[in-house]
């Protein structure tokens, strides 16, 4: 874990998360979503890779068919009104 802060504090460009907000915008979100078979292509062409990646590349196949789709249009949300969404209130559409 140590190694993984270290890492986080020394990223030369500038750490992860950091400045995500200021970079996407709905429209990005929106196009990267819609370009998700590529994604799923690209997954299948490393699984054929090395063996520590396979687990996590499954789990990125299974998260892209089951969970992202809710967290980007809570994103979207996010970075529409700056603020997290309401419990029962509707999301924005993909």
């Known amino acids: 874990m140590a190694g993984l ?12 998360a950091w400045d995500g ?9 929106r196009g990267w979503w819609a370009r998700r078979e590529a994604i ?3 997954i299948a062409s490393e699984l054929g890779g ?3 990646a396979r687990e996590a ?3 990125y ?7 992202l789709e809710d967290y980007l249009r809570g994103y ?10 309401r ?4 999301l924005p559409a993909l």
């Open 5 to 16: 802060v270290e890492i986080a504090c020394e990223e030369p460009m500038g750490g992860y």
């Open 21 to 29: 907000d200021d970079r996407w915008t709905p429209y990005e979100v």
């Open 40 to 42: 799923r292509a690209w």
């Open 50 to 52: 090395a063996q520590n």
């Open 57 to 59: 590349l499954r789990r």
């Open 61 to 67: 196949a299974t998260y892209l068919d089951d969970g």
């Open 76 to 85: 979207l949300f996010w970075l529409t009104e700056k603020r997290e969404p």
């Open 87 to 90: 419990r029962g209130k509707p």
